[in-house]
C-alpha cells in the first residue's frame, strides 16, 4: 500500500486580495504562517518517506511545515503547480470575470472546459495532476509521500477518485487552505480516495470563507 497526503497550501495573498492566483508566485500571509504551524504539528508525528511540492512559495513554504524539522526530502516538480490562468493570472476575481462574463460562466457552470486565452486548458491540466500524482506513487512504491500544492490540482485529482471523469468537476467541493486529503494506491496502483478536505487542524477562525463563484457581490 502506498499513502500519499495531499495538503492544500496555506493562505497566501493572493488568496487574501481575491485573485485569480493561479501560476502567480504570492507569498504567504500572517494567517498562512498561523496555519502552517497548526499543520506542522498534525505531521510532525506521522512517518513521511518524502515529499514532493509544486515550486510555487506557497506550496515549498507549506511543504517546509509538512517537513517539521525532519531530515526528509522534498522535491519541487512543475506537475504539481496550479493551472495558469491566461488573461484572467494574477486579476482580481470577482472584477475580471465581470468583464468576461461568458469566461465566469464558464468557470462556474462548466469548469472543464475552462480555456482562458493564454493559460492552460482545464482538461489538459486535469491529465498533467493525474499523471504527475501516478508517478509520485510508483516510484514510492510501499511508502508513504506527501504533496503541497494547489486547490485546482486537488480538485482535479478528487475530481477523478470520486467520478472518473472531468464532467463532474463543478460537483467537487473546493479544499480550504491546508487541509489534507489522503489517498492511497494497492500493489497495482489502484487509487482510492480515504477521506478529502480535513482541515480539523484549523480552527474555523482561521479559515476564511471565500466565494470562488465569479459573480459580483459573492466574496
Not at 55 to 77: E, H, M
Not at 116 to 127: F, H, N, V
Request: charged content about 30%.
Amino acid at each position: 500500500m502506498t499513502r500519499i497526503y495531499i495538503v492544500r497550501h496555506c493562505e497566501a495573498a493572493g488568496n487574501h486580495k481575491r485573485l485569480f492566483q493561479g501560476s502567480t508566485d504570492c507569498d504567504i500571509t500572517e494567517l498562512g504562517g498561523r496555519q502552517l504551524e497548526l499543520l506542522s504539528k498534525r505531521f510532525e508525528k506521522l512517518h513521511i518517506d518524502k515529499i514532493y511540492t509544486s515550486p510555487l512559495i506557497r506550496a515549498r513554504k507549506t511543504a517546509q511545515a509538512i517537513r517539521a524539522g525532519r531530515d526528509i526530502d522534498v522535491v519541487a516538480l512543475e506537475g504539481l503547480t496550479e493551472i495558469h490562468g491566461g488573461i484572467v493570472e494574477g486579476k482580481p476575481f470577482l472584477e475580471t470575470f465581470k468583464k468576461i462574463p461568458m469566461l465566469g460562466e464558464i468557470w462556474n457552470e462548466r469548469p472543464q472546459d475552462f480555456e482562458p486565452e493564454g493559460g492552460e486548458p482545464m482538461r489538459k491540466a486535469y491529465e498533467r495532476i493525474w499523471e504527475t500524482v501516478l508517478k509520485i506513487a510508483q516510484e514510492n512504491d510501499g511508502k508513504t509521500v506527501a504533496i503541497a500544492t494547489h486547490g485546482g490540482v486537488t480538485r482535479c485529482l478528487n475530481c477523478r477518485l470520486l467520478y472518473g471523469t472531468i464532467d463532474r468537476l463543478k460537483d467537487v467541493e473546493w479544499c480550504e487552505n491546508t487541509s489534507v486529503t489522503l489517498v492511497e494506491f494497492d500493489d497495482n496502483f489502484n487509487a482510492e480516495l480515504k477521506y478529502m478536505n480535513d482541515h480539523s487542524h484549523i480552527p474555523d477562525e482561521l479559515l476564511p470563507k471565500r466565494s470562488r463563484i465569479a459573480e459580483v457581490g459573492k466574496d
